[in-house]
């Protein structure tokens, strides 16, 4: 795994970082989780809204999450989060998506018949990874119902983890982490006049995690790309 430090160029932050899902035990400096979301915040927002808010959880309210997390989902506790989802998942994405979970299994030697492994995965999720830190993003109640927070939300996201990798940290974007979104909102003091968007996990990378060497394929440009009206 090459070691994404500080001194990276844009392009080496962009084509390097990869979804961090090992973390070292070791934890993060409150200064420098600081400067990593100052600088997500240089993220575009419609009309410069800004409509995110940054929630920032470890030690005992995450341990508390996690454990809620992980009870609600096991006692088949509905998924609680709060954006709006599709019933249907089109062949070309579900295909992405097993493509990506084979390259995660494959790495961390998780059989396909392997039925023990692949739920311990899937209960890794639900407690962040484990990572020494969660980060749960939130918008304004005011503008919900709104395509735009979601989308201000992930251009912040994007930056956040971006911006992590550029100073040597790991994350990961991670939707089980709020499957029990009450849960999370109780113990990271969430108020009501917001809305539960997404958590990132985030943490040393663990150098010998398997999983964390995974670079997930892309779609090849010429197949998201079209141009109009050029010459060349
Ligand atoms: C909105 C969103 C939710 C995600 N939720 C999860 C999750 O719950 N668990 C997980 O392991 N990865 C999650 N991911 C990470 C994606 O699987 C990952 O970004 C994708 O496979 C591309 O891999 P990369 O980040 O290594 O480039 C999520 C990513 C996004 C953008």
Redesign the pocket.
């Known amino acids: 795994m090459s070691q994404n430090s500080s001194d990276q160029t844009y392009d080496e932050v962009v084509t390097g970082?990869?979804?961090i899902?090992g973390f070292l035990d070791r934890p993060v400096p409150r200064a420098l989780i600081e400067e990593v979301i100052a600088l997500a915040t240089r993220a575009p927002s419609s009309y410069n809204n800004q409509c995110w808010n940054f929630t920032v959880v470890t030690g005992d309210p995450l341990a508390a999450i996690r454990q809620g997390n992980t009870e609600g989902i096991l006692a088949g506790q509905p998924d609680s989060r709060e954006f709006r989802r599709h019933d249907h998942t089109p062949d070309s994405h579900r295909a992405r998506q097993v493509a990506?979970a084979k390259q995660l299994f494959g790495a961390m030697g998780i059989e396909r018949e392997d039925k023990a492994g692949r739920q311990d995965w899937m209960m890794r999720?639900f407690r962040q990874?484990d990572a020494p830190v969660s980060i749960v993003v939130t918008y304004d109640r005011e503008i919900l119902g709104s395509d735009i927070a979601p989308f201000d939300c992930?251009a912040v996201?994007n930056a956040l983890v971006n911006a992590a990798w550029s100073r040597g940290l790991g994350c990961?974007?991670?939707?089980?982490?709020i499957m029990q979104s009450p849960v999370v909102r109780e113990h990271a003091q969430i108020p009501e006049d917001q809305v539960i968007m997404?958590c990132v996990a985030m943490g040393w990378p663990e150098p010998d995690f398997p999983a964390n060497a995974?670079?997930?394929e892309r779609r090849p440009l010429d197949e998201t790309a079209r141009f109009i009206g050029f010459d060349d």
């Not at 990961?172 to 982490?177: H, P, R």
């Open positions: 970082r990869r979804s899902r990506v999720g990874f992930g996201t990961v974007i991670n939707s089980q982490g997404i995974v670079v997930s």
